[in-house]
């Protein structure tokens, strides 16, 4: 019997060890060095001020709780899709769009082949999207999708005026 008793005493001593001493190598996970600044050129947030931009509008709200709360309930996969920015932040859209409002659903393009392509885009997650009829001036603020486009020489992303967009 006491041989029994200190076997299970001996197995019981030897698992708590072995879970001791596997619980003390698993909390000290290495330390990982600093990643540093990301690789290749960083790209500011581009509003376009002062450039006539192409708008396509997802919908205009009265404040910018009730923009957000739609802006979330519009899937566009994985892509960003609609920002949320005051009306006044473009001049000559409050004119366009018709319906007296504070903020809107909206991404801006310098060129007609990007804003028909998100146009495309939206209609394929079965969102609404108006491409205004005239070009708004920006007149800077928030970020509402600029550099997003391809850039029509085929380069990459278009991430400056075009001739288009400019006054």
Known sequence: MKRRQAVVVG???????????????????????SQG???GPMVRADTGAGELLLVVVGGVFSSRAEAEAANETLAFGDLQGYYVVPVAQFQGFRQQVGEPSDFALVSAFRTKGGAQAFVELAATFGNTAT???????????LYA????????DG?????GPSEESLP
């Open 11 to 33: 197995l019981v001593v030897g698992v708590t060890a072995s879970a001791g001493v596997i619980a003390a190598a698993a909390g000290k996970a290495p330390v990982r060095p």
């Open 37 to 39: 600044p990301p690789v």
């Open 131 to 141: 491409i205004l009829p005239e070009r708004v001036r920006s007149l800077g603020g």
């Open 145 to 152: 999708g600029l550099g997003q486009e391809a850039s029509p």
């Open 155 to 159: 380069t990459g992303p278009l991430l």
